[in-house]
């Protein structure tokens, strides 16, 4: 979490860097700061609250935004409440350097006290002040530049941390390093001009070249000289690649839509469509996905496959347990990355542990799967971010292929990590031959249609609107669903949670009778997915359960549906297909009706309280 940018070049550094905090929000946005060095003076600016808070402030005092070198963040509090104070850049006590940081110093404590009786004073409670002080500390006692004391420091901390480190003194390098939370380096014509961020986004517009440091690097960005990357540990020099970057600005824009949310539930038309691309040949029947075919004999004979992911890929991994159990007859486990981790979990090398992540940075989802790697486990990524963290560690995978996700809650990265595991299970399945040739051309056949489906529905949002206005007071609400749906439940209840703050379930809608039911009185509203081939007549029975105590009940059915329409408050119709493909069509109604309840009740649709995009820390 939080978000770190920096320029040090011939251009105006504020500009840039108060830009790529605004790109970089979605990785955190209770405070934000920025310090533009004027050529002698590090201006500092920071406070609590947006970035376009930063801005108001900044505004009052232009002078303090001159100069061609800057440092800025946007902060997810871990140490310290967020207030003007805690918000960074943070200064050592000599004034000289200048700190961002992205992570947590887990000893951070230990140090702090000895810095204290070496006469060091704190204005912050931030383990941030802690390391810019270490560093200052060993640049003293070793009488070294600044890349050797930030080195030499790191080596003392624990923890996570992207950092970029400024000396006023040696006003024309910075210096950057990673450990779990990722950095990217934009190069500029001839070396003449850096960027830093935590994405390449707040630089897409000045250069397509980028150096990603890897774990355990840091970097020397010294104006007019290559960039200098070595390991912070045993100081091997590291020859690092420039790639090209593929994002475009338009990608990251909102165009034309509201929020970023709206937008991406929009794009899911296309973002299916580019996640099948290539891969799923339907009229010749073939699947191919060169992280499988390369590694088809593992697949084929693995015992076992454990998916481990957070949140909302979690809930993709649900799916994932249903498909790949049904077609492939693979046994599947689906865990909670961050309980799997510190759980002492068996796991053989016949196990196949799939790591699936939107942003590629999920702090517990990599420590899952280094704990699997090191067990002896084949680890296999779905990931969003090209050349992320967990994209990187794993040792084959499938990018979904979604494009940029910055609404901070996830639309088009559910849906297309479910089509990768769709795409997974019908290969697999066809490979063992646990589903028949003819099902299988069928599958291929239906999923394409998909995207044109999800177009189609999408065209439903005028009638979800109407259903967001009746329920948008609401205080609590329940998410049914069966078999492939119920996944779809759980996310559905989180849409709702995360961004409205009204407090919501899923369950397995036949649960009901064990507890929840006890819940239900006239104020309750249910949202029931009652597709016509999952389990329907069950279903249709839970419903009666639920209508018989007054509860309210909006169902997602089939096109055409009778039954449930005569007993329900409110139906949503989602266009015919297979069940197992169903959560691609039946979780629309639900991203919607999250989305215009929160737009109704004012809230921060893009940028939930309390939330951040990328979960760096654990
Ligand atoms: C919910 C949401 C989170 C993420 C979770 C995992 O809308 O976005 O629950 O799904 O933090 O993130 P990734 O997929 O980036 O590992």
Known sequence: MCGITGYIGTRKAYPIV??????LEYRGYDSAGVMVFDGSKMNLIKTKGKVSDLELIANKDPQKKEGNIAIGHTRWATHGVPNDVNSHPHFSQSGDLVIVHNGIIENYDTIKKELVSRGYKFHSDTDTEVLVNLIEEVKKQNNCKLGKAVQLALNQVTGAYAIAVFDRTKPNEIIVARLGSPIAIGVGKNNEEFFIASDASPFIEFTKDAIYLEDEEMAIIKLGRDIRVRKIHD???????TQELQLSLEQIEKGGYDHFMIKEIHEQPKAITDTYRGRMLADQGIIRMAGVDDNIE?????????????????????VGEY???DMARIPVEVEYASEFRYRNPIITPKDIVIAISQSGETADTLAAIKLAKSKGAFV??????VGSSIARETMAGAYTHAGPEIGVASTKAFTTQITVLTLISLKLAKAKGTLSNSAFHMYLQKMQLIPAKVK?????DEKVKEIAKVYKDAKNCLYLGRGFNFPVALEGALKLKEISYIHAEGYPAAEMKHGPIALIDENMPIFVIATNKGHYEKVVSNIQEIKSRSGKIIAIVTEGDVTVKEIADHVIEIPETEEALTPLLTTIPFQLLSYHIAVMLGKNVDQPRNLAKSVTVE
């Open 298 to 318: 593992k697949f084929l004979n693995a015992e076992r496959i454990i998916i481990v992911a957070c949140g909302t890929s979690w809930h993709a991994g649900l």
């Open 456 to 460: 189609k529905l999408l065209q439903i």
């Open 18 to 23: 108060i830009n790529g905090l605004r790109r």
């Open 235 to 241: 100081d091997t020099i590291v020859n690092a690649s």
């Open 380 to 385: 296999f990524g779905i990931c969003n971010v």
């Open 323 to 325: 498909l790949l159990e």
